[in-house]
């Protein structure tokens, strides 16, 4: 069996870059306490709007800020739900994700009712000609620039401390005069947007067009990518890497043949059941943000 | 101006906040019907109306209804609870393949034996779905939230993964198992219509839940886990058993949707077999506030809408895709609604926000 070791690992960073987007951006909002289940859906929305601006407007620029655009608005949608009126965390975020897939389907529907548009401009791969680093610029940023930018916030500055004081504790943090509202709603849009540019790389980067199925899962992926990190940075990226490489390789080896019946679909449901195990292993060790699924009321 | 909390709330509020959550959704509709180019009222007519105003039309929002029906319920029972069960759609799923595993392999079985074997082999599917997560809510307190959720995707690879492989259909080739043998086919429930008997399941199942529910002490006791579970616990109710008992017959009612799915509608397993189903279920529940007549009433209404948006898509060009929008908006107004009715405006004080940190001690 030949496995061709630097495809595969070129694959990998591709296929995991949507998932550190999106990741690290559902770890920013879960850090002050909010489950944004919406986060499939968002990707679903920068996927969509993304491709559509691109499209019509002819440059992949455009897109990737309109999805950008898109993300900070889903993320102002959820705090409206969650925060302002303090609705329930998940049915809100499931009702957003299944509103802004529906809402986006109605539009590619209505849009492009026969043939398949596809980006004649879309971004192209930096360093074409060597192997592994042959990757798209929103790769590069999201392991060299996003994943030690958060981590530095969350462990060094005042806004990263502020996140995780209303994660932990917001009664205290308001008192020590940290608004959890605010500080709620800018995690949720910062949240939003590295969630759109997340599936705004599918459609910008990676395919040039827009399937109906093209989130497919993702956003959940990401869900169980965060609490296996246990909410820190680098075990999401880590996370993201090793689902992508386990997909990869399943690739590869369908094409190789040698292992072509083991199913794919084991192979993808895997980081699924890894949380689940991790969570029946860890138990109550688990450390969820303290106020996790609750809004925040000042009587 | 500024929100205060109602002291007193009169009794037409919530009536009036759910009128007012409607007239929302209808009005953020018209924005894409218009999108579509079409007349909103038109359009609006066409949902509502004409799929209730012919036979014919009754029949196809009977059929649409019952998938509706069981996931529905199924959310209701686990959320009064206080079991926050998100996976009705995985649970959905695995009670279609138990069916499927029982007609791929007893083809044919005649009807009397097959029709309740399908439907067990359904709800056991559903069943063994759900219990995992309830398990380790029970053993380990771990949050059933994400754990339902996450095995939503997981079911859905396993339908795929058997489609691809041993269930393959054998004469296509396609991922389709292949059609079931004929002892599988639910029979209509009213001649001449494609109505089939898990309509008539379903609705035995809301009878069930409501009666236990309202008559019985059981379901005072559920009633009372989900509400106030610490007054529940030291009045000696067991909340994690009655929470863990009512997530497993979640978890049965929304597999026995997926038996009542391949044997009244596709007679055999697809790929697209729960079109969303397990979620719309949350979206029934919480706008029924988890009542078995408010369940059938919702799932009704939504069949409706996605009946006449099928209607629509054929007529006036707008994509089928509005009702999912319709149901997702009035999900998200109602709930909106319900928690603004609390509140009231008031002319805006001095006081500014952030100088009262008593309240928060308060809150604690």
Same mark, same amino acid.
């Not at chain 1, 897109?63 to 898109?70: P, S, V």
């Not at chain 2, 001449?192 to 379901?219: C, D, E, N, Q, Y």
């Given at each position: 069996m030949s496995i061709n070791v630097l495809a595969l690992l070129s694959a990998m960073l591709t296929i995991a870059t949507p998932l550190v987007w999106a990741g690290i951006g559902e770890l920013i909002v879960e850090k002050t306490g909010v489950l944004n289940l919406g986060i499939e859906g968002t990707m679903y929305l920068g996927a969509f709007i993304g491709?559509?601006?691109?499209?019509?407007?002819?440059?992949?620029?455009?897109?990737?800020?309109?999805?950008?655009?898109?993300?900070?608005?889903?993320?102002?949608?959820?705090g409206l739900l969650t925060v302002t009126l303090g609705l329930n965390q998940h049915v809100s975020g499931l009702g957003v994700t299944l509103l802004l897939i529906a809402a986006c389907e109605f539009a590619f529907r209505?849009?492009?009712?026969?043939?398949?548009?596809?980006?004649?401009?879309?971004?192209?791969?930096?360093?074409?000609?060597?192997?592994?680093?042959?990757?798209?610029?929103?790769?590069?940023?999201?392991?060299?620039?996003?994943?030690?930018?958060?981590?530095?916030?969350?462990?060094?500055?005042?806004? +990263?401390?502020?996140?995780?004081?209303? +994660?932990?504790?917001f009664e205290a943090a308001d008192v020590a005069?940290?608004?959890?509202?605010?500080?709620?709603?800018?995690?949720?849009?910062?949240?939003?947007?590295?969630?759109?540019?997340?599936?705004?790389?599918?459609?910008?980067?990676?395919?040039?067009?827009?399937?109906?199925?093209?989130?497919? +899962?993702?956003?959940?992926v990401c869900i169980a990518l965060v609490i296996f990190a246990k909410w820190r940075v680098?075990?999401?990226?880590?996370?993201?890497?090793?689902?992508?490489?386990?997909?990869?390789?399943?690739?590869?080896?369908?094409?190789?043949?040698?292992?072509?019946?083991?199913?794919?679909?084991?192979?993808?449901?895997?980081?699924?059941?890894?949380?689940?195990?991790?969570?029946?292993?860890?138990?109550?060790?688990?450390?969820?943000?303290?106020?996790?699924?609750?809004?925040?009321?000042?009587? | 101006m500024r929100l205060v909390r109602r002291g007193h709330e009169p009794a037409w509020l919530p009536v009036a906040a759910v009128a007012v959550a409607v007239l929302v959704t209808v009005a953020l509709s018209a924005i894409p019907i218009r999108l579509a180019g079409a007349n909103p009222r038109a359009a609006f007519e066409r949902y509502l109306l004409v799929p209730l105003s012919?036979?014919?039309?009754?029949?196809?929002?009977?059929?649409?209804?019952?998938?509706?029906?069981?996931?529905?319920?199924?959310?209701?029972?686990?959320?009064?609870?206080?079991?926050?069960?998100?996976?009705?759609?995985?649970?959905?799923?695995?009670?279609?393949?138990?069916?499927?595993?029982?007609?791929?392999?007893a083809p044919d079985l005649p009807s009397w034996a097959a029709l309740p074997l399908g439907f067990v082999a359904g709800g056991l599917g559903g069943l063994a779905w759900a219990w995992l997560p309830a398990w380790l809510k029970r053993r380990g307190a771990i949050d059933e939230v994400v754990t339902t959720l996450l095995?939503?995707?997981?079911?859905?690879?396993?339908?795929?993964?058997?489609?691809?492989?041993?269930?393959?259909?054998?004469?296509?080739?396609f991922t389709d198992s292949d059609r079931f043998g004929a002892g599988y086919d639910l029979p209509p429930l009213i001649s001449?219509?494609?109505?089939?008997?898990?309509?008539?399941?379903?609705?035995?199942?809301?009878?069930?839940?409501?009666?236990?529910?309202?008559?019985?002490?059981?379901?005072?006791?559920i009633r009372a886990s989900g509400q106030a579970p610490d007054a529940a616990k030291f009045s000696g109710i067991p909340v994690a058993r009655l929470r863990f008992r009512s997530a497993l017959v979640s978890g049965?009612?929304?597999?026995?949707?997926?038996?009542?799915?391949?044997?009244?509608v596709q007679h055999q397993l697809t790929q697209g077999i729960s079109n969303n189903y397990g979620y719309t279920g949350i979206i029934v529940a919480t706008l029924a506030a988890l009542s078995p007549v408010g369940v059938v009433l919702v799932a009704v209404l939504l069949a409706d809408i996605a009946v006449g948006a099928e209607n629509v898509s054929l007529v006036l060009q707008v994509p089928t895709q509005l009702g999912a929008i319709f149901a997702a908006l009035l999900l998200l107004t109602v709930l909106s609604a319900m928690e603004l009715r609390h509140y009231r405006l008031a002319r805006s004080g001095r006081r500014r926000h952030g100088a009262t940190p008593v309240s928060a001690e308060e809150a604690s």
């Open positions: 491709f559509l601006v691109a499209l019509r407007s002819g440059s992949p620029w455009l897109g990737l800020i309109a999805a950008i655009g898109g993300g900070v608005v889903a993320g102002l949608l959820m209505l849009l492009y009712t026969g043939a398949r548009p596809t980006l004649e401009d879309k971004f192209q791969v930096l360093l074409p000609d060597v192997p592994v680093l042959d990757q798209h610029w929103l790769t590069y940023v999201a392991f060299l620039v996003l994943a030690p930018a958060a981590w530095w916030v969350l462990r060094a500055t005042g806004m +990263g401390y502020r996140l995780q004081a209303v +994660g932990e504790n005069g940290i608004s959890v509202t605010a500080t709620r709603y800018v995690a949720l849009m910062v949240g939003g947007a590295l969630m759109a540019i997340g599936g705004a790389f599918l459609t910008l980067a990676v395919l040039g067009n827009f399937t109906l199925d093209i989130i497919n +899962g993702r956003g959940w680098w075990p999401v990226v880590l996370g993201a890497l090793i689902f992508a490489g386990t997909d990869a390789l399943q690739l590869q080896l369908a094409i190789t043949k040698t292992f072509s019946d083991i199913p794919r679909e084991l192979m993808l449901a895997l980081p699924y059941l890894a949380v689940i195990a991790a969570l029946a292993v860890w138990g109550r060790k688990v450390h969820y943000p303290a106020s996790y699924l609750q809004a925040y009321r000042r009587g | 012919s036979t014919l039309g009754l029949y196809e929002v009977m059929l649409t209804a019952t998938p509706l029906l069981f996931t529905g319920i199924a959310v209701a029972i686990a959320f009064r609870a206080g079991y926050w069960n998100i996976g009705a759609e995985g649970q959905f799923l695995m009670g279609a393949v138990g069916t499927t595993a029982v007609a791929l392999n095995l939503n995707p997981v079911a859905l690879l396993v339908v795929q993964g058997l489609l691809n492989g041993p269930w393959r259909n054998s004469e296509t080739g001449g219509s494609r109505v089939h008997w898990g309509f008539g399941v379903a609705v035995v199942i809301v009878v069930i839940t409501w009666f236990v529910f309202t008559k019985t002490a059981v379901g005072m006791q049965a009612v929304a597999g026995a949707g997926g038996a009542s799915q391949v044997m009244g």
